[in-house]
Nanobody
Framework: VQLQASGGGLVQAGGSLRLSCAAS????????MGWFRQDAEKEREFVAA??????SRYYADSVQDRFTISRSKNTLYLQMNSLKPEDTAAYYC?????????????????WGQGTQVTVSS
């Protein structure tokens, strides 16, 4: 299974970006999905997660009320609004081992390559 993330770029503080993550095959129907991010100087951190049916969604405190995770049949999304310089990182999408949303990276089996988000002040 391959996960392909896209949508990153350079944006000014206060701006918006929408990340997308497409799977090489339709695993989304049964798996929880998540977004994580990693800055060069920090460990990978949880951003947002969604359950297989979209009923459960979790967010990191740092992105609550600014980011929205959603999913369609074959694509995972992360709408990012009111971006801040501290949001700068490589963003990774991941498919969970189970169907639930999870904040733990160890609950995810498949990982996409990162898409870089850079927020200028």
């Amino acid at each position: 299974v391959q996960l392909q993330a896209s949508g990153g770029g350079l944006v000014q503080a206060g701006g918006s970006l929408r990340l997308s993550c497409a799977a090489s095959r339709p695993i989304f129907s049964n798996n929880g999905m998540g977004w994580f991010r990693q800055d060069a100087e920090k460990e990978r951190e949880f951003v947002a997660a969604i359950s297989w049916n979209g009923d459960s969604r979790y967010y990191a405190d740092s992105v609550q009320d600014r980011f929205t995770i959603s999913r369609s049949k074959n694509t995972l999304y992360l709408q990012m609004n009111s971006l801040k310089p501290e949001d700068t990182a490589a963003y990774y999408c991941a498919a969970a081992i189970g169907s639930r949303a999870s904040r733990r990276a160890t609950d995810y089996r498949y990982w996409g390559q990162g898409t870089q988000v850079t927020v200028s002040s």
